[in-house]
């Protein structure tokens, strides 16, 4: 999958479309505009019509969002600092990754691409309109200079998602290629084509690791017009943007002005929605969806409603068990937490059953394991049997179920027999070890809105005397300590691709459990799930793919290092009516901002307050 946004697009076997003659003669290399992990590009030419952009649309009016939290820093490249929401729009990457295609990459500062037949090297030709925003070509140079600091200096995920790579090198004026370690990383040319190019000229003297509110030079189609550090941030169209009349652009970044103002507080943030101060707000509370949206102007039709179905894998989120702790390295201590979460009772008397309890990290599409394995995932499954959980063989994982009452008796059962066996009894009210030692911890959250849901999950486990406090924490601080690893449990959410590769590195690999600001938050280190994220990666078919990642699947559900919580299979947005869309939207990106526009008739009557 693709670095840097959630691109989460399957996979379709390797071509390269669009080559010159001379290079279609060619059958053991591959050059042109698109390129698919599986199968073949679904777009044959770069003057594609795009079905879910509006070229026609205006280039105009002002949007306003509402973040959380805060920000110190431009640089969104650095574990240090935290970045301005948005800021990651002005650099271009190699390639676009298209939201109506499974996994599939085509060009954008890149105008082609090569590869052999066993992906043991991708080069990449830029386009020689590609410029920054000084009007100064962007230069093979740039493009090596960005890999090589990205690999070495930047966010550990490039380092885990570059590591097959041995090396960049100019090899024509306007061409860099890539050379891999061997050709068992199948997913190395598209991953390169979402290397964010960055200037090495204004980079020279500067240091890369440090936070900054200096603004790089940019290449993208928004530059930074103005900030108050921590409070608000506004990005500009770049009118003479060099990359706007690309195929992939037309119909994009239709916006002049984009804003994002600064909340400590949820409740505070809805109410700037509700005000005005905001245009566009995405919900995740199903509670905040049935209950808190009939205030006036939903009423008489000035803000919109819309449920668009997603077609991606949904997310899973979960309390997460830091498993560097001693306290939670036994299975047992963690199914026993697991099973007072009463997901029934919380979603029917706080989110008015919106949502459904998650299960699969890989839910709502067929990579999801269900049943019990088929001959196929048992050819890769029964040679790491005594390695993986027995119930992997043997039974469905499915989470605890309640009957929604509030009487979880039947689970406190199992739990205290489960930590009894784990070595933990009740005394004196409290679970308790031969050494004396209370089973207790913390859970950090860095939005208040997540105590509604917590809360109750600490009250029924103080049913079997297990003290699980909960701190909520500004979202600096909460940075610094999940970068550091100084929590017992958080709440973290895992968004999957539809053709799943080098990212599971990330989030469940090894060699990804120490580093600071890993997805592997958890700290999960298990020599059975590398290999199985090690087959994913090296999967030459969509079938072995498939089949693959459904054993991992398995694997990390009875794993148990989190305690589910729930999904939705819709994206929940509110606006204040002056926006027109696309009436199609990508399949893969059901909600893309980046495609409205601000409508000159529907923003005046909503201004004049006239409704009909």
């Not at 509604?452 to 909960?470: A, W």
Request: charged residues 30%; aromatic residues 12%.
């Amino acid at each position: 999958m693709a670095i840097g946004r959630r691109d989460v697009l399957a996979g379709s076997t390797v071509l390269w479309i669009g080559a010159p003659s001379i290079l279609r003669a060619q059958p053991k290399m591959h050059v042109g505009h698109g390129f698919a992990m599986h199968g073949e590009p679904l777009h044959p030419s770069p003057d594609t019509k795009l079905e879910f952009l509006n070229p026609a649309a205006p280039k105009a009016g002002a949007v306003k969002f509402a973040a959380l939290g805060t920000f110190d820093s431009l640089h969104p490249f650095t574990l240090k600092g935290v970045p301005a929401t948005g800021i990651g729009v002005l650099w271009d990457t190699l390639c676009w990754n298209a939201p109506d295609e499974a996994f599939t990459v085509y060009g954008l500062l890149a105008e082609t691409m090569e590869v052999p037949d066993d992906r043991s090297w991708t080069a990449f030709t830029l386009r020689p309109q590609a410029k920054w925003i000084d009007g100064t070509p962007i230069t093979v140079a740039d493009v090596i200079w960005s890999f090589d600091t990205l690999k070495a200096k930047g966010p550990p995920r490039y380092a885990s998602y570059y590591a097959d790579v041995l090396k960049a090198e100019q090899v024509e004026e306007r061409k860099v290629r890539f050379s891999f370690r061997d050709s068992t990383n199948r997913e190395l040319p598209l991953i390169l084509g979402s290397l964010p190019v960055l200037p090495s000229k204004w980079w020279a003297g500067k240091e890369f690791e440090k936070a900054t509110l200096d603004v790089a030079l940019s290449s993208g189609p928004y530059k930074v017009d103005s900030y108050d550090a921590g409070r608000s941030i506004t990005y500009r169209r770049v009118p003479d943007y060099w990359g706007k009349d690309l195929w992939m652009n037309r119909g994009r970044y239709n916006f002049e002005t984009t804003r994002y103002d600064y909340y400590r507080d949820n409740d505070v943030l809805f109410e700037a929605f509700k005000a005005g101060d905001a245009d566009i707000r995405r919900e995740n509370s199903g509670r905040n969806w049935m209950t808190k949206y009939d205030f006036p102007a939903v009423k008489d039709g000035r803000v919109k409603r819309d449920e668009i179905p997603d077609q991606l894998p949904q997310p899973m989120q979960g309390f997460v068990f830091n498993l560097r702790r001693d306290l939670f390295k036994d299975r047992r201590v963690r199914e026993a937490i697991g099973l007072m979460y009463d997901f029934e009772w919380i979603n029917k008397n706080l989110s008015y059953g919106f949502f459904t309890r998650s299960r699969s990290f890989f839910g709502n599409s067929e990579l999801e394991a269900k049943g019990l394995p088929s001959p196929e995932e048992l050819r890769i499954l029964e040679p790491l049997r005594g390695k993986i959980p027995d119930e992997v063989f043997t039974t469905e994982y499915q989470p605890s179920r309640t009957d929604g009452s509030g009487n979880v008796r039947e689970q406190a059962r199992k739990a205290i027999g489960l930590l009894k066996q784990a070595g933990w009894e009740i005394k004196d009210g409290k679970m308790t070890d031969k050494s004396g030692r209370k089973l207790a911890f913390e859970i950090i959250l860095n939005d208040a809105g997540f105590e509604r849901g917590t809360l109750p999950f600490k009250q029924t486990l103080e049913r079997i005397g297990v003290d699980m406090s909960v701190r909520t924490i500004d979202t600096s601080q909460y940075r610094r300590r999940t970068d550091s690893f100084d929590f017992d449990m958080v709440i973290d959410i895992w968004g999957q691709a539809l053709s799943p590769g080098n990212e599971q590195r990330e989030f469940w690999g090894s060699q990804a459990a120490d580093r600071p600001g890993t997805k592997n938050s958890m700290g999960l280190r298990d020599p059975a799930v590398d290999q199985l994220c090690d087959l994913i990666v090296s999967a030459e078919s969509r079938e072995d793919l498939v089949v693959r990642t459904r054993c991992l699947d398995r694997v990390l559900q009875w794993l148990q290092f989190l305690v589910p919580q729930f999904r939705n299979g819709s994206e929940l947005v509110a606006y204040w009516d002056r926006f027109s869309r696309p009436e199609k939207t990508a399949r893969y990106e059901p909600i893309s901002f980046d495609t409205w526009w601000v409508d000159e008739a529907k923003d005046k009557d909503l201004k004049r307050g006239d409704k009909t």
